[in-house]
Protein backbone atom coordinates (compact mmCIF):
# COMPACT_ATOMS: atom_id res chain seq x y z
CA UNK A 1 0.00 0.00 0.00
CA UNK A 2 1.47 3.32 -1.24
CA UNK A 3 0.58 7.01 0.25
CA UNK A 4 -1.58 8.88 -2.21
CA UNK A 5 -0.17 11.77 -3.30
CA UNK A 6 -1.83 14.83 -1.47
CA UNK A 7 -1.18 17.35 -4.57
CA UNK A 8 -3.05 14.88 -7.02
CA UNK A 9 -6.57 15.64 -5.57
CA UNK A 10 -6.71 11.97 -4.01
CA UNK A 11 -8.89 11.66 -1.54
CA UNK A 12 -8.05 8.91 1.53
CA UNK A 13 -10.89 7.00 2.11
CA UNK A 14 -11.46 6.68 5.94
CA UNK A 15 -11.01 3.08 5.76
CA UNK A 16 -7.52 4.04 4.55
CA UNK A 17 -7.14 6.61 6.66
CA UNK A 18 -7.27 4.31 10.41
CA UNK A 19 -5.27 1.56 8.61
CA UNK A 20 -2.35 4.12 8.37
CA UNK A 21 -2.83 5.24 11.70
CA UNK A 22 -2.68 1.54 12.87
CA UNK A 23 0.62 1.15 10.87
CA UNK A 24 2.25 4.29 12.82
CA UNK A 25 1.10 3.41 16.03
CA UNK A 26 2.06 -0.61 15.59
CA UNK A 27 5.40 1.07 14.19
CA UNK A 28 5.89 2.95 17.17
CA UNK A 29 5.11 0.38 19.74
CA UNK A 30 7.64 -1.53 18.56
CA UNK A 31 10.45 1.19 19.02
CA UNK A 32 9.53 1.27 21.98
CA UNK A 33 9.56 -2.33 22.90
CA UNK A 34 12.91 -2.78 21.48
CA UNK A 35 14.90 -1.13 24.29
CA UNK A 36 13.68 -3.79 26.81
CA UNK A 37 14.29 -7.37 24.60
CA UNK A 38 14.08 -10.04 26.30
CA UNK A 39 17.78 -11.66 27.04
CA UNK A 40 17.95 -15.70 27.95
CA UNK A 41 20.07 -16.06 30.72
CA UNK A 42 21.38 -19.41 31.97
CA UNK A 43 20.62 -20.72 35.69
CA UNK A 44 22.77 -21.93 37.73
CA UNK A 45 22.28 -24.69 40.38
CA UNK A 46 18.40 -22.70 40.74
CA UNK A 47 20.07 -18.72 40.54
CA UNK A 48 21.25 -16.40 37.95
CA UNK A 49 24.20 -14.98 38.06
CA UNK A 50 24.21 -11.61 36.30
CA UNK A 51 27.56 -10.10 35.96
CA UNK A 52 26.51 -5.51 36.10
CA UNK A 53 29.33 -4.96 33.90
CA UNK A 54 27.47 -7.17 31.20
CA UNK A 55 24.76 -5.18 31.65
CA UNK A 56 25.10 -1.98 31.44
CA UNK A 57 21.16 -0.87 31.81
CA UNK A 58 21.57 -2.19 35.11
CA UNK A 59 24.15 0.30 36.19
CA UNK A 60 22.12 3.39 34.63
CA UNK A 61 19.99 5.51 37.36
CA UNK A 62 16.14 3.60 36.48
CA UNK A 63 17.60 0.70 34.32
CA UNK A 64 16.08 -1.96 33.84
CA UNK A 65 16.48 -5.01 31.79
CA UNK A 66 13.46 -8.04 30.56
CA UNK A 67 15.07 -11.79 31.31
CA UNK A 68 13.73 -15.42 30.77
CA UNK A 69 15.70 -17.89 32.52
CA UNK A 70 16.43 -20.56 30.32
CA UNK A 71 13.92 -23.39 30.57
CA UNK A 72 11.64 -21.62 32.48
CA UNK A 73 8.03 -19.78 30.30
CA UNK A 74 7.73 -16.76 32.75
CA UNK A 75 10.06 -13.62 31.92
CA UNK A 76 11.34 -11.47 34.98
CA UNK A 77 12.45 -7.62 35.16
CA UNK A 78 15.37 -6.94 36.73
CA UNK A 79 15.44 -3.16 37.98
CA UNK A 80 17.72 -1.13 39.60
CA UNK A 81 16.25 0.69 42.54
CA UNK A 82 18.65 3.34 42.24
CA UNK A 83 20.38 2.72 46.12
CA UNK A 84 22.83 0.17 44.85
CA UNK A 85 20.30 -2.75 44.92
CA UNK A 86 18.17 -4.18 42.46
CA UNK A 87 14.73 -6.04 42.15
CA UNK A 88 13.82 -9.18 40.07
CA UNK A 89 9.97 -9.36 39.84
CA UNK A 90 7.18 -11.05 37.63
CA UNK A 91 5.22 -9.20 35.23
CA UNK A 92 1.96 -10.44 35.85
CA UNK A 93 -0.12 -8.43 37.45
CA UNK A 94 -2.27 -9.59 40.50
CA UNK A 95 -5.22 -8.72 39.15
CA UNK A 96 -5.86 -10.20 36.90
CA UNK A 97 -2.62 -11.79 34.91
CA UNK A 98 -1.98 -9.13 32.26
CA UNK A 99 1.77 -8.20 32.12
CA UNK A 100 2.66 -4.84 33.49
CA UNK A 101 5.03 -2.61 31.73
CA UNK A 102 7.97 -0.48 32.96
CA UNK A 103 6.99 3.36 32.99
CA UNK A 104 9.39 5.03 34.34
CA UNK A 105 10.13 4.62 38.16
CA UNK A 106 6.64 2.33 38.05
CA UNK A 107 5.20 -0.26 36.37
CA UNK A 108 1.85 -0.12 35.07
CA UNK A 109 -0.73 -2.27 34.46
CA UNK A 110 -2.28 -1.67 30.77
CA UNK A 111 -5.60 -3.68 31.46
CA UNK A 112 -7.20 -2.46 34.75
CA UNK A 113 -4.53 0.37 35.70
CA UNK A 114 -2.97 -0.95 38.59
CA UNK A 115 0.15 0.52 39.91
CA UNK A 116 3.30 -0.67 41.40
CA UNK A 117 6.69 0.85 42.61
CA UNK A 118 9.70 -0.33 41.04
CA UNK A 119 9.87 -2.71 44.13
CA UNK A 120 6.60 -4.27 43.14
CA UNK A 121 4.65 -2.66 45.95
CA UNK A 122 0.92 -2.21 45.22
CA UNK A 123 0.59 1.81 44.52
CA UNK A 124 -2.92 1.94 43.10
CA UNK A 125 -5.24 -0.70 42.88
CA UNK A 126 -7.51 -3.09 41.69
CA UNK A 127 -4.27 -5.32 42.21
CA UNK A 128 -4.94 -6.95 46.10
CA UNK A 129 -1.26 -7.77 46.43
CA UNK A 130 2.48 -7.33 45.59
CA UNK A 131 4.29 -8.01 42.22
CA UNK A 132 6.05 -11.53 43.10
CA UNK A 133 9.48 -10.51 43.74
CA UNK A 134 12.87 -13.08 44.22
CA UNK A 135 15.16 -12.53 46.47
CA UNK A 136 18.13 -10.45 45.06
CA UNK A 137 21.88 -10.18 46.71
CA UNK A 138 24.82 -8.22 45.04
CA UNK A 139 28.44 -9.42 45.48
CA UNK A 140 31.26 -7.00 46.16
CA UNK A 141 32.92 -7.99 42.49
CA UNK A 142 29.28 -6.90 41.23
CA UNK A 143 27.59 -10.03 40.56
CA UNK A 144 24.00 -10.20 40.69
CA UNK A 145 22.55 -12.84 42.12
CA UNK A 146 19.25 -13.64 41.91
CA UNK A 147 17.38 -17.10 43.80
CA UNK A 148 14.61 -18.29 41.10
CA UNK A 149 13.52 -20.49 43.74
CA UNK A 150 12.64 -17.56 46.62
CA UNK A 151 9.19 -15.72 46.17
CA UNK A 152 8.05 -13.01 48.17
Not at 68 to 88: H, I, K, M
Not at 125 to 137: E, Q
Request: aromatic share 4%; proline share 6%; glycine share 12%.
Amino acid sequence: MSLPSVNAGHEIARREFVGWCACALAAAAVGGCASLATRSVTPTDGRLELALMQYPELLEPGGSLKIRPEGQNETLYVLALGDGSFSALSPICTHLGCTVEIEGSRLVCPCHGSTYDRAGTVLKGPAPRALARLRTHVSADGVLTIELGNRT
